[in-house]
């Protein structure tokens, strides 16, 4: 069992930065691949980035050269960096775990971007 808390969502202009967090507790964090989604209103729950438990990365092709993801082992973290963010990226982004052994899966509560001037 795994419980994921994102952090790091707000309101920035277009162009501008945020870091998206999440933190794992209750599980070996190093068995699970990672992962960022997001949904925009009307729209389906897309992936945006991955990490496996290898640290193995691929990223949607909107967000490819601006978003990074990146995973701390030791304090249960993933981070999505996001630069050069456009109004496009305005979603609900949610923190993904998947069991490397079982495949089964959990989310975390989501958090809101909004990118506006």
């Known amino acids: 069992q795994v419980q994921l808390v994102e952090s790091g969502g707000g309101l920035v202009q277009p162009g501008g930065s945020l870091r998206l967090s999440c933190v794992a507790s209750?599980?070996?964090?190093?068995?699970?691949?990672m992962g960022w989604y997001r949904q925009a209103p009307g729209k389906q729950r897309e992936l945006v980035a991955r990490?496996?438990?290898?640290?193995?990365?691929n990223y949607a092709d909107s967000v490819k050269g601006r978003f990074t993801i990146s995973r701390d082992n030791a304090k249960k973290m993933v981070y999505l960096q996001m630069n050069s963010l456009k109004p496009e990226d305005t979603a609900v982004y949610y923190c993904?775990?998947?069991?490397?052994?079982?495949?089964?899966?959990?989310w975390g509560q989501g958090t809101q971007v909004t990118v506006s001037s």
């Open positions: 993904n775990a998947e069991a490397v052994r079982s495949g089964r899966t959990y």
């Open positions: 209750g599980s070996i964090f190093s068995l699970y691949h």
């Open positions: 990490i496996t438990s290898g640290s193995s990365t």
